[in-house]
């Protein structure tokens, strides 16, 4: 391949050292992903052999090559100064006339066969880009709507140029890549009007645990280069690729994002081709796909990823005139899918906590310390020194020399797919991404600790925090004789918990996604037509995105739920229906205005007995839906249910019966309902219990209090409180005993086997079938008890 120019239909893969990865792959997914629906725009490319050509054709590759032989590049100042001499010295070269040629006579043809309306993007495509060891995201530039043949050879130069930006300089080096050996094409190709539609990129895995098992989308409108360069919060979405292939409900969570602005085709008179202009505040209330447009995007992923037998970073856009989704990129992705084969387990833990002072988007999951430097813009990059905490509105590729140097970085816009999260990933510096506030919520030179470590939420301490940071070998773990789960509150967690050892999740709250996710007493939503106008009116406000209410409290339960049994899907995931307090159910939105005072919470209105009361019951009806729908509808039928707080035998009969009224019936396509075993009475009369559940599993905390008779907060008496005590033993083995009579299931949820391993020991000892742990002990624990 010696030629100038050729079109993308006409290379792939094998392509790579002729048109560069982007170019190749495009070209690849044309020719082999065509006749199975993905949809890609076409165009043609100038090859490698034209770059050399123009270089030589000015004698610009030896003036090059010295400039950069002996660059260091953490100077910014000599990295600026180099990096502008030589983009000059292309943007003023001419073409050689053969390639002026060959670009001429190309582009009239794709007009001729498109139209002469259509607009074209002109992409830089690197021949050390797009590598499954290195992204190379963002280091070269992107032209968009460019038209007509002077612009075309003009956004050519400056893609020839970009090859020499100051970020790619440095990205190089510390990638380790030789200058001289790395090549440019410029792609040309037609351009999908998702000005008027949406935009945005998809990977094959989840970005921040690499959970191999699901499409993360994220969507934002008009053309995707907002979203690329981390200019606005986009939407998120999660889909779980079985599900998807069994032809069910695959769409595991979805997120809001702010969307502020939107990046459109400018004015025909216009001096720059597109425009960033702000979002309607309808249209940031609501997400910008459909769930089918959604689960077509995850189809889409799924074919190129399986073409390509590895996972992708994949960038995508929804034409609003023909309504249809195409494929604009797709590259290897070079952060998580690298990690995958290690056998240890890396943790970050804040041993403490202290004021948060902002909250956003957490990149990776590693803890930050060191002092703020607010920065404004790119001219006072020089003021970042080593450990530091960059704190600026948005980064791009182009601060890569500096955010290697950053403790951690933090932004105010951002999305967890943008180029400088891909970089900051790749460069292991966690990041907080999407902040909305950072830059003036934080001040220079104030001390912080930046927390990746705590889920999809980052967030930023006061002060320097301790923590920890733990590498578990998680590759010889021996055999035992119990079974290992453990517990999960949050849901966004939970890809990456799934990487320990594990038979399962012993207990799911659905407090956590109550109080975390929806934040509202459901009966505010039951009852909101009756609501006072302020109260509606900010309900309206938190739900716009849902059908109704109502809607948006099952939807939110259903997505908690749905995304722990994905992430556990071989294994048993025990749902406990919601276990509030009066007082914590007050605290909910509006809750003031339908709970109870008591004095004594703990041992009051709670548990079964609020399930079926009349007060109550709608509300665990919506719970019932939400289960209802992820057993059914999405097919996750490793979820089983866990009833709290059953006082009586009349209790248990009723709730099983609500349950079955609800479409949960027991043992109906293999539901399991577990009682907890938490009350004295659970134990003395557990052959009586068990015949209304299929097993108990041992809540040993209230189970110790009311054994004990202490109240589990109170500071006073907190010293004699112990799971180990021997009536609280005893209460347990009753329990034990019982299960193993009727041969049903016997595990344990409580605090005590993660606190005290003797514990765990003795509950071999009476063997138990399974102890679940928090994730952070597991580990240990198993080693513990194949110790005996």
């Not at 140097?405 to 400088?420: D, F, Q, S």
């Not at 470590?453 to 119990?482: C, F, M, N």
């Not at 749905?562 to 809750?591: C, H, Q």
Request: hydrophobic residues 40%; aromatic residues 8%; glycine residues 8%.
């Amino acid at each position: 391949m010696t030629q100038n120019v050729v079109w993308l239909n006409n290379v792939g893969m094998d392509d790579v050292d002729k048109v560069g990865g982007k170019n190749a792959s495009l070209g690849e997914m044309i020719g082999a992903l065509g006749a199975k629906g993905v949809r890609v725009p076409g165009g043609f490319a100038t090859t490698a052999n034209a770059f050399e050509s123009f270089l030589t054709h000015s004698n610009l590759k030896e003036k090059i090559n010295i400039l950069l032989k002996d660059l260091d590049t953490s100077n910014i100042e000599a990295l600026t100064t180099t990096g502008t001499k030589i983009r000059q010295w292309i943007e003023d070269a001419p073409f050689p006339d053969e390639l002026l040629t060959a670009i001429d006579d190309n582009y009239k043809t794709l007009v001729e066969k498109l139209g002469s309306k259509t607009t074209f993007a002109v992409r830089s495509s690197a021949t050390a880009e797009d590598l499954p060891e290195a992204s190379f995201a963002g280091q070269q530039e992107t032209y968009l709507n460019v038209s007509g043949i002077d612009d075309i050879l003009t956004a050519i130069k400056k893609v020839f140029a970009s090859l020499y930006n100051n970020r790619a300089i440095s990205y190089r080096v510390h990638q380790g890549f030789e200058h001289e050996l790395v090549s440019l094409s410029a792609g040309v190709q037609q351009m999908v009007r998702s000005d008027i539609g949406a935009s945005g990129v998809m990977f094959t895995l989840d970005t921040e645990s690499g959970f191999n098992d699901v499409v993360f989308i994220t969507s934002a409108y008009g053309l995707g280069e907002t979203v690329v360069q981390g200019s606005v919060n986009p939407d998120e979405f999660y889909v779980h690729k079985p599900t998807l292939s069994a032809g069910k409900h695959s769409i595991l969570s979805r997120s809001l994002g702010s969307k502020a602005i939107k990046m459109i085709y400018a004015k025909t008179d216009a001096k720059e081709p597109v425009e960033t202009v702000l979002v309607d505040q309808s249209d940031r209330r609501v997400f910008s796909l459909n769930d089918a447009q959604i689960q077509q995007l995850a189809h889409y992923a799924m074919i190129i990823e399986t073409h390509y037998g590895r996972p992708m970073d994949i960038e995508w856009a929804l034409d609003g005139n023909d309504g249809e989704l195409y494929i604009v990129q797709a590259r290897p992705e070079t952060v998580k899918s690298r990690q995958n084969n290690t056998q240890k387990i890396e943790r970050y833990q804040l041993k403490e906590t202290s004021k948060i002072l902002v909250e956003g988007r957490a990149i990776g999951q590693k803890i930050g310390v060191g002092t703020v430097r607010v920065i404004k813009d790119l001219s006072e990059m020089s003021q970042v020194k080593q450990g530091d905490v960059l704190v600026t509105d948005m980064t791009d590729p182009d601060w890569e020399p500096v955010m290697k140097l950053a403790a951690a970085i933090i932004t105010n816009r951002g999305g967890r797919t943008c180029h400088a999260a891909i970089i900051a990933r790749e460069l292991g510096v966690p990041a907080i991404v999407g902040c909305g506030n950072a830059t003036n919520a934080l001040q220079d030179s104030q001390p912080i600790t930046a927390s990746c470590s705590e889920g999809d939420t980052g967030r930023v301490y006061q002060g320097t925090l301790k923590y920890e940071h733990t590498h578990t070998a998680v590759d010889a773990l021996p055999e035992i004789d119990v079974k290992i789960m453990m517990n999960v509150g949050n849901p966004s967690r939970a890809f990456d918990f799934a990487n320990t050892p594990n038979a399962g999740v012993g207990l799911a709250r659905l407090e956590f996604i109550i109080n975390n996710t929806i934040g509202i007493h459901p009966k505010a939503l039951l009852e909101f037509n009756q609501l006072p106008e302020d109260l509606q009116a900010e309900i309206s406000r938190k739900t716009a995105c849902y059908a109704s209410p109502i809607d948006f409290y099952v939807e939110k339960l259903t997505e908690g739920i749905a995304t722990i049994a994905a992430s556990f899907a071989s294994f048993p995931v025990i749902i406990r229906m919601s276990d509030f307090k009066s007082n914590e159910y007050a605290n909910l939105y509006a809750g003031d205005r339908y709970e109870p005072h008591e004095e004594n919470p703990m041992i009051g209105f709670r548990g079964a007995a609020r399930y079926i009361s009349e007060e109550f019951r709608q509300c665990f009806e919506l719970e019932c839906r939400a289960l209802k729908k992820v057993r059914g509808e999405m097919g996750f039928t490793n979820v089983e249910i866990m009833i709290p707080f059953v006082r009586t035998t009349d209790e248990a009969k009723k709730v099983i019966e609500l349950l079955k009224e609800n479409g949960l019936e027991r043992g109906k396509e293999g539901l399991r309902i577990i009682m907890m075993c938490e009350l004295p009475s659970n134990a003395i009369l557990a052959d009586e219990f068990l015949q209304y559940f299929d097993g108990f599993s041992i809540g040993s905390n209230d189970m110790t209090q009311l054994t004990l008779g202490m109240d589990r907060d109170s500071g006073l008496i907190a010293e004699g409180f112990d799971e180990r005590n021997p009536a609280v033993k005893k209460m347990i083995s009753m329990a034990i005993d019982a299960c193993h009579r009727q041969e049903k299931y016997i595990g344990i949820c409580g605090q005590g086997p993660s606190d005290h391993i003797d514990f765990a020991e003795w509950l071999l000892q009476q063997k138990i079938s399974s102890i679940s742990l928090n994730p952070d002990t597991v580990v240990e624990t198993w080693n513990r008890l194949g110790a005996l």
